[in-house]
Every structure is written in C-alpha cells, then in structure tokens.
Nanobody, 127 residues
Framework: QVQLVESGGGLVSPGSSLRLSCAAS????????MAWFRQAAGKEREFVAS????????YYSPSVEGRFTISRDNAKNTLNLQMDSLGPGDTAVYYC????????????????????WGQGTQVTVSS
C-alpha cells in the first residue's frame, strides 16, 4: 500500500512560481512510476506530468511543457513539481499518483493507469 500526501499549493499571482511536493509513506515509492494530474472546477481530471521509477523518462502535457518540471527523490520518497510562469489556466486541484511497476522505465499519462492517489492540493492563480 502506498499513501501519498501533497503539499505546497496556495494562492499566487500570474507569472509566479510554486513548488508542489508529494510525500510517500512506503518504501515502495522507489519502485513506483509517479505522475501529477490536475482537476479544475467543473472539468475532468487531466494529466500534467509523469516520471518513471528510474527517473530517466519524463513526459509533460503540452500545456505545461517548458514551464513545469517534475522530479523525484527516491531516497526521501518524495515527488516534486516545480511550476513556473503560472497563469489563471493552471488553477486546479493538483494530485499526485503512483503505480508500482517492475519496468523501471514505464510511465503513463492515463489516470486509470495509476493505483494510488493523494488527496490533492489547491493551486489558485489570480490577480
């Protein structure tokens, strides 16, 4: 079982930066592919970024590529999302997700591919 807890959300102005973190409670984090998803009010959950267990493979949604950076620290069981140049369109609840895998290089963009989810952290970008 993997438990995930997100932190770092808040209210920021357009053009600002935020860094989200996701702490995992189990050592299985080091064998899990991870991802960030977000859900804006009234919209479906959408993929943001993913990272393989190995950390060698990263993938971003076109809407955030070049502005967001996903990273992981397996020694600390932590997943991060550095978000720069935030705009109102980035306002959403952000969720981290995990899938325990045997393939070090696997990573996915479909929400249904992930087995474990955090409770979410709110990010609001407004002037």
């Amino acid at each position: 079982q993997v438990q995930l807890v997100e932190s770092g959300g808040g209210l920021v102005s357009p053009g600002s930066s935020l860094r989200l973190s996701c702490a995992a409670s189990a050592r299985t984090f080091s064998s899990a592919a991870m991802a960030w998803f977000r859900q804006a009010a009234g919209k479906e959950r959408e993929f943001v970024a993913s990272i393989s267990w190995s950390g060698d493979f990263l993938y971003y949604s076109p809407s955030v590529e070049g502005r967001f950076t996903i990273s992981r620290d397996n020694a600390k069981n932590t997943l991060n999302l550095q978000m720069d140049s935030l705009g109102p369109g980035d306002t959403a609840v952000y969720y981290c997700a995990a899938r325990v895998v045997s393939n070090r290089d696997w990573h996915g963009i479909a929400a249904e591919s992930y087995d474990y989810w955090g409770q979410g952290t709110q990010v609001t970008v407004s002037s």
